[in-house]
DNA sequence: ACTGAAAACTAACTAATGTTCGTTACCCTT
DNA sequence: AAGGGTAACGAACATTAGTTAGTTTTCAGT
C-alpha cells in the first residue's frame, strides 16, 4: 500500500489548507503556517505538493466537480422543476455542512489562482449557472415558477446558500434538516404571508 | 481651503484602496501597489494615512456606520413591517450599486482587521442583524411573515443582496430599478407561482 | 520674494514569503 | 543485512512586504 499512504498524507496538507485559507485566506496563510498545523516543516510538504497554489487548486477543482456532475444528476431525473430546484438547494446546504472549508474555499479564494487554471475554473462555474439558469428557465416556461428575472432568481439563491458557513454551527438551535426546510420556505414561497 | 485638499487626497487613497482590496483581496493588495493606482510613491501615502490597515478600518466603520444609521431610520418609520423589510434591501442594492467596492470590502476583508477594531466591527455587525431580526421577528409576531426561523430568514435576505456585486453590471440588461423590483419578489413572494 | 508647512521623493530596513538545496532518517523489499 | 526510494529536516535563497528616515519639492500666506 504505497499509493495510500502517500495519498493521504497529501489529503491531510489539502484538509488543513483549506480550514487555514477559510478562517485566515489564501494570502494570509503562510506555509509554514500550514506546515504547523500538518505537523511537518514547510519544505517536507513539497515532498507532497507541487506548489501552494497547486493546493488552492486541488481545493477548487474537486469542488467544482461535485457540484457539475451532481447538477447532471438533478437535471436528469423526471421530477418537477421545483423539486430539481429543491434538490439543488439540498445539495448546496449538505455540500457547505459536511465540506464546508473547502467550499469556503472554492467561494471566495478561486481568485487567487494563477491565470491558466483562473480561466478553467471561470468557466466550470459558468457551466454550472448556466445549467442552474436553464432549470429556473424551463420551470418559468412551464408555468412553475413567477415570471422573473432568471439571473436574479439564481444568484439570489446560490448566494443565499454560499452563506451558511458564516453563521450555521450544526447542532446548535437548529438541525441542518430545519436549515434545509426553511431556507426551502424563504426562497420558494416567500417570507410574506398570503 | 487647506482641510478640503488634504481629505480629498486622503479619499482618493480610500477609493482607490476600497477597488483594488476587491479585486485583489486586502493581503493581496500591496501599498506599492495602491501608490501606483493613486499616483504616488509608496511612502508619500503615509503623510495621508497612518498605515495599511488603517485603511481598511475606515472603509469598513464608515460602512458599516451607513448601515446602521439607515437601519435607526427605517425602523422608526410608521411603514409595515413588509414596507420596512422592503426599504432595507432597496437601501442594501443601492448602497451596492452606488458604493460597490467599499461594501465589497467591508464584507469580504473586515476579517483582516488587527484586533482591537476587529471586535467592534463584528459587534457593530451584530447590532445591525440583531435590529434587521427584530422587524423581521415584529411581522412574524403581527402575522405578516410566515412563522419561519428568524436567522434563516435574516441571513437568506442579506446574503441575497451581497452577491450583487459579483455579476450585476449596471445598464446592462437590468436596471438598479428592476434589480430591486426582481429581488424583492423572489424574497417576499418566492419564487413558486400559487 | 520669503518662509514654513504640507507633501512628494529616494533609499533603506526589517520581517516574512514561497521555494530549493543538500543531507539525513526511515522503512519496505530482497 | 543491504539497498533504494520516500519523506523528513535545517539552512539558505531571492523576492516582496509594510514602514521609516532623511531630503527635496511644492505652494499658499505674508
Redesign the pocket.
Given at each position: 500500500m504505497?499509493k495510500t499512504?502517500?495519498l493521504s498524507?497529501r489529503e491531510l496538507i489539502l484538509t488543513e489548507a483549506a480550514k487555514l485559507f477559510k478562517d485566515r485566506g489564501y494570502g494570509g496563510?503562510?506555509?509554514?503556517?500550514l506546515?504547523g498545523q500538518v505537523g511537518?516543516?514547510?519544505?517536507?510538504?513539497?515532498?507532497?505538493i507541487k506548489?501552494?497554489?497547486e493546493i488552492l487548486a486541488s481545493i477548487c477543482f474537486r469542488i467544482s466537480g461535485l457540484y457539475i456532475s451532481q447538477l447532471g444528476e438533478i437535471s436528469a431525473t423526471e421530477a418537477s422543476y421545483g423539486d430539481k430546484i429543491k434538490a439543488l438547494i439540498r445539495l448546496h446546504i449538505r455540500l457547505m455542512v459536511e465540506d464546508g472549508p473547502a467550499v469556503s474555499v472554492a467561494n471566495h479564494d478561486w481568485k487567487y489562482l494563477p491565470e491558466p487554471k483562473l480561466g478553467e475554473f471561470k468557466q466550470a462555474r459558468k457551466t454550472y449557472e448556466k445549467g442552474f439558469a436553464a432549470l429556473i428557465e424551463a420551470g418559468i416556461a412551464a408555468g412553475e415558477f413567477q415570471p422573473v428575472n432568471v439571473s436574479v432568481a439564481l444568484f439570489t439563491i446560490l448566494s443565499a446558500v454560499r452563506w451558511i458557513e458564516l453563521w450555521f454551527r450544526p447542532g446548535r438551535e437548529l438541525s441542518a434538516e430545519e436549515l434545509e426546510a426553511n431556507i426551502i420556505t424563504v426562497l420558494l414561497n416567500g417570507l410574506e404571508r398570503k
Open positions: 504505497v499512504k502517500k498524507k496563510t503562510s506555509m509554514r503556517d506546515a511537518m516543516e514547510a519544505a517536507s510538504m513539497y515532498n507532497h506548489a501552494k497554489d
